[in-house]
Nanobody, 114 residues
Framework: QVQLVEIGGGLVQPGGSHRLSCLAS????????MGWYRRAPGKQRELVAV?????STNYADSVKGRFTIARDDARVYLQMNRLQPEDTAVYYC??????????WGQGTQVTVSS
């Protein structure tokens, strides 16, 4: 089992920056990839950024050049710059193990508004 806890949600002004953190615990040795998803009001959950097993980084087109993902062992971070109102969403940390099991955090709300 893997447990994921997100830290860092809140209210941010348009154009501002914010950082999300996720800490994994439990059977972290099984984790092969970690990433961030989000669900905006009235929309489906979508991939934001991920660090796949090869250590590269992949981003949704909507956040490329503004968001940066970084993984440090059992932690994954999402640095969000130039935030826009359309970035308002519940952000979820995700981890996948080599067994093919997906784990999710409880989600943290990020609201971009003046």
């Amino acid at each position: 089992q893997v447990q994921l806890v997100e830290i860092g949600g809140g209210l941010v002004q348009p154009g501002g920056s914010h950082r999300l953190s996720c800490l994994a615990s439990g059977s972290v040795f099984r984790i092969i990839s970690m990433g961030w998803y989000r669900r905006a009001p009235g929309k489906q959950r979508e991939l934001v950024a991920v660090v796949p097993p090869d250590g590269s980084t992949n981003y949704a087109d909507s956040v490329k050049g503004r968001f940066t993902i970084a993984r440090d062992d059992a932690r994954v971070y999402l640095q969000m710059n130039r935030l826009q109102p359309e970035d308002t969403a519940v952000y979820y940390c995700h981890a996948r193990t080599y067994l093919g099991t997906d784990y999710w955090g409880q989600g943290t709300q990020v609201t971009v508004s003046s």
